[in-house]
């Protein structure tokens, strides 16, 4: 049988519901694995938009969330207990309970983060990994408050997940929120407060912090142009640099300090090294180069 296309009472991912296989369709089968209702109509414009795109979402999680589609003008209890008032409109179950939904048209990329956040609310064994992975990949993309709302939803099931935390102090970041990133660390279970995961986004958010107030990075060079021995406007370059995303660049501008003058204000140019290094993760091909450099410079 057709996973998209099944008959009501079977176990497919994606069925049509009635009033009177709800219960089992959605309420019963929700103590296992979300549940999405799509109620819907023949006549509705949008239904006839928003149905195939929550059926290529549910389908590409795999087993993680499934669909119940009920049509309104054939089945008006259960739409009447929810005070279904417009269509198309979508509700999320989870343990026999609502936990989300959203009325009217929605983009591609709203129905996706929506599927994750449900995932992610499901529990570890509806895919608390797969949550991340989608949430990690919306961050990238710049899909920011997605990610932010699905590392939420993650750690509202799993408090303490230091991946969901990272990420969710990543997105606070990337929005510009600095001290609720500061707070989200503050999170971190006891004796975890060190741990890699956490340590680097603390240092992101020490360099952003330090890099606020840098200066222009054109206008740095022209200082070092000038005197090559600014050793104030080579450091603060480097924070101009990481605020601009150029982690190599601020890098090579910390070696070139370090170089110069190892001990200048007090060995600023390694400490600031280690943050960034620290920041950038231990599989950084960057960070793992400017180490080795760095650690040639202190041995020779």
């Not at 895919?127 to 919306?138: H, K, N, S």
């Not at 990272?166 to 001290?179: F, K, M, Q, T």
């Not at 741990?195 to 107030?213: F, G, M, Q, W």
Request: glycine share 8%.
């Amino acid at each position: 049988m057709d996973l998209k296309t099944a008959a009501p009472g079977s176990d497919a991912l994606i069925k049509d519901g009635t009033d009177a296989t709800f219960l089992a369709d959605v309420v019963d089968a929700s103590m296992n694995t979300p549940v999405i209702v799509d109620f819907w109509a023949p006549w509705c414009g949008p239904c006839k938009t928003l149905g195939p795109m929550l059926e290529k979402a549910v389908t590409e999680a795999k087993g993680k969330v499934r669909l119940v589609k009920i049509d309104v003008d054939r089945n008006q209890m259960v739409a009447s207990q929810l005070r279904v008032q417009s269509i198309p409109a979508v509700f999320a179950f989870v343990g026999g309970q609502p936990v989300d939904g959203f009325m009217g048209a929605q983009s591609g990329a709203q129905i996706k983060a929506f599927v994750e956040r449900l995932i992610a609310a499901g529990g570890p064994d509806a895919g608390v990994e797969e949550a991340l992975e989608m949430a990690e990949q919306m961050l990238a993309e710049g899909a920011v408050a997605d990610a932010a709302q699905t590392f939420a939803a993650i750690l509202g099931e799993e408090e303490g997940n230091l991946k969901a935390l990272s990420g969710l102090a990543r997105a606070h970041l990337a929005l510009g929120e600095v001290e609720r990133a500061r707070a989200v660390l503050s999170l971190a279970p006891k004796g975890k407060e060190n741990d890699p995961t956490i340590a680097a986004v603390r240092a992101r958010i020490d360099l952003a912090e330090a890099s606020a107030d840098a200066g222009e990075a054109g206008e740095l060079m022209a200082r070092i142009e000038r005197d090559p021995n600014d050793h104030q406007a080579r450091f603060d370059l480097a924070l101009a640099l990481v605020a601009e995303g150029d982690a190599e660049g601020a890098i090579e501008a910390l070696l070139e300090l370090f170089r110069r003058d190892r001990e200048w204000n007090e060995g600023a140019a390694k400490a600031q090294l280690f943050k960034l290094f620290d920041s950038l993760g231990p599989k950084s091909e960057a960070a793992q180069r400017g180490r080795r450099r760095l650690s040639s410079m202190i041995f020779a």
